[in-house]
């Protein structure tokens, strides 16, 4: 069972990348299982997965939406042993850095994680503003991730895009960032290259 976590601000895109990247899971027949925060939210998405075209009921094998007010181990305890997903994706609360969520993960009593990767997702058009007044928060999220996605491009200026992604990699000089819009997905194949190769049809 690989891990997907993604941390980022509140209203940072969560969300929307983590349905982005479960339809990319699910169009390539992947058992995939998205652990969220708000199961209202999600309700309304998975209508809009339904209308992407793809047959409901390769949705609902594909992904699963379940929630998460519980806590993180037992909700994964449950999906392992209802679902055996190839893939998790879970979206931490906007308050959340890394080491806190891997502290807790380091108490899944299950089959050890094929892998666990961290996303952090930074919204450019407010960026400036959130490292101003929550500096010790945003710095944790983005220090600690594998991996940085920049999202809402689409909405933010070409300079405020620049700027976001020259912090990010100063705070962070070993994560790959991406740059996400509505057109522009994040590919899973850039995700996890070694895990989820591309597969040639
Ligand atoms: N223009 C634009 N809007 C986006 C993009 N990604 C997300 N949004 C919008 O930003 C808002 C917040 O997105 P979510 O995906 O719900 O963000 P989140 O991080 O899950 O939010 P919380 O769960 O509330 O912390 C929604 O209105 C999205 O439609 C993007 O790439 N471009
Ligand atoms: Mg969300």
């Known amino acids: ?24 899971l699910a169009a390539d ?3 995939s299982c998205i652990i969220v925060n708000e199961v209202g939210e999600i309700g309304i998405d998975q209508q809009v997965l339904a209308e992407s075209g793809m047959p409901v009921r390769e949705l609902v094998a594909g992904c699963i939406c379940c929630q998460i007010t519980v806590d993180l181990i037992t909700t994964l305890q449950e999906v392992a042993a209802a679902f ?12 959340a850095a890394p080491p806190a969520i891997l502290e807790a993960l380091s108490y899944y009593p ?5 892998a666990v990767h961290t996303v952090a997702v930074v919204d450019p ?18 220090a ?15 300079a405020q895009v620049a700027e976001t992604e020259r912090t990010v990699r100063r ?10 819009s509505p057109g522009h997905s994040l590919e899973l194949s850039a995700l996890l290259p070694g895990a989820y190769p591309k597969r040639g049809r």
């Open 144 to 158: 600690a991730a594998d991996r940085i996605v920049i999202t809402k491009i689409d909405e933010a200026g070409v």
């Open 171 to 180: 705070l962070n000089t070993g994560a790959p960032v991406d740059q996400v």
């Open 84 to 95: 055996a997903p190839d893939i998790v994706l879970v979206e931490a609360s906007g308050v």
């Open 1 to 24: 069972m690989i891990l997907l976590v993604f941390v980022g601000f509140l209203g940072s895109g969560k969300t929307t990348l983590i349905l982005d990247l479960a339809r990319q």
């Open 29 to 31: 027949g992947r058992r």
């Open 110 to 114: 299950g089959e050890r994680f094929a």
């Open 125 to 142: 058009t407010r960026f400036e503003a959130l490292h101003e007044v929550l500096q010790p928060l945003i710095e944790s999220q983005i």
